[in-house]
Nanobody, 115 residues
Framework: QVQLVESGGGLVQPGGSLRLSCAAS????????MDWFRQGPAKQRELLAT???????SYADSVKGRFTISRDNTKNTVYLQMSSLKPEDTAVYYC?????????WGQGTQVTVSS
């Protein structure tokens, strides 16, 4: 059983930065692709960034140039560095691990961008 635990959310002013972490534990076989999503109030869950097992990344247009996804395979952890944050970035942020036969999700961490 795989567990994902996000951390690093909080309240930040517009223009500020935060780094989210997603730590994976359990029976992890191989190096799996991982993603960050977010879901704002009354919005659908949005895919923000993806990183493959060998570190190839891709981003949604809404965060490209502001957010950076990275991973430390020795720690089974994926990060999302967020900068130039805007009020519209306010959401619950989730990580996802794509295993061979199913997906695993974390519980989410709240990010609020407000002055």
């Amino acid at each position: 059983q795989v567990q994902l635990v996000e951390s690093g959310g909080g309240l930040v002013q517009p223009g500020g930065s935060l780094r989210l972490s997603c730590a994976a534990s359990g029976s992890i076989l191989g190096i799996r692709p991982m993603d960050w999503f977010r879901q704002g109030p009354a919005k659908q869950r949005e895919l923000l960034a993806t990183i493959t097992g060998i570190g190839i990344t891709s981003y949604a247009d809404s965060v490209k140039g502001r957010f950076t996804i990275s991973r430390d395979n020795t720690k089974n952890t994926v990060y999302l560095q967020m900068s130039s944050l805007k009020p519209e970035d306010t959401a619950v942020y989730y990580c996802r691990l794509r295993a061979a036969t199913r997906e695993y999700w974390g519980q989410g961490t709240q990010v609020t961008v407000s002055s």
